[in-house]
């Protein structure tokens, strides 16, 4: 790997079976990703956008090839291992913000840190910095159904960075949300990645959204077809 170097892909594949049939959804995928930028993976709805993402965020084991997160091939840890990375090394924020209903907002973001150990004071302290720095401080003892859909997803932003991960992984992030409050959460996710030199890598069907990434992976039918590069596009 190079120095900036943080996450590379290599000859990725994932095929499902259902009975007789097989479904290739990924068919040898090879790509990089470097620390400090922000990669859009675009593509008709079947493309496997998510597939790639899900992979990368171990969330799913490959059928054949390798994802190198540093210099450890994530399709071949042991599970004990792979959890140790999600909870320290992964960030995940998905369309559906999958807060728990009855949780306030500071605990929602607490989660994290109290699975990997952290002391309930500290948990709670770093909880109510992160909903300050996606502007919900006042928010913070409010439960999600006491909150509007932008809000809860600002919530699950500051979840997702609690453990300060070196990948943010974001599915369709601004889905469900009005124009004007995509870009909020955007311009959070895009600040989160510069500040602390992370790599994000976002998922979507939005040209606007893609037009700020550093980077556009094109997927289709399992294949990366380009990669268009934002100061050449």
């Known amino acids: ?18 009975g007789e049939r097989e479904l290739k959804v990924l068919r040898g995928v090879d790509c990089t990703f470097r620390r400090g930028e922000a990669v859009a993976i675009v593509g008709q709805s079947g493309s496997g956008k998510s597939t790639l993402l899900n992979l990368i965020g171990t969330l ?66 770093k909880a109510l910095e992160m909903l300050d720095r996606v502007g919900l401080s006042e928010r913070a003892s ?41 870009m909020q959460v955007i311009d959070i996710l895009w600040k989160a990645t510069r500040d602390r030199d992370r790599l994000l890598v976002i998922v979507t069907h939005e040209p606007s959204i893609a037009a700020h990434a550093d980077r556009t992976m094109t997927l289709r039918e399992g294949k990366l077809i380009s990669i268009t590069n934002k100061e050449n596009a």
């Open 1 to 18: 790997m190079t120095n900036n170097e943080l996450l590379r892909v290599e000859g990725l594949v994932k095929t499902y079976h259902d």
């Open 60 to 125: 799913d084991r490959p059928t054949s090839g390798k994802i190198v997160l540093d210099h450890e091939d994530l399709a071949t840890l042991p599970m004990p291992k792979l959890n140790q990375i999600r909870r320290e090394r992964l960030g995940f924020i998905f369309q559906f913000h999958h807060l728990l209903p009855e949780f306030r907002a500071w605990e929602n973001v607490a989660v994290p840190a109290w699975i990997a150990g952290t002391s309930p004071s500290q948990a709670k302290k």
């Open 142 to 182: 409010h439960i999600p159904s006491k909150m509007s859909g932008g809000e809860q997803q600002r919530v699950s932003l500051a979840r997702a960075l609690m453990n300060d991960p070196d990948v943010i992984l974001a599915d369709e992030p601004t889905g469900n949300l009005d124009v004007e409050t995509s």
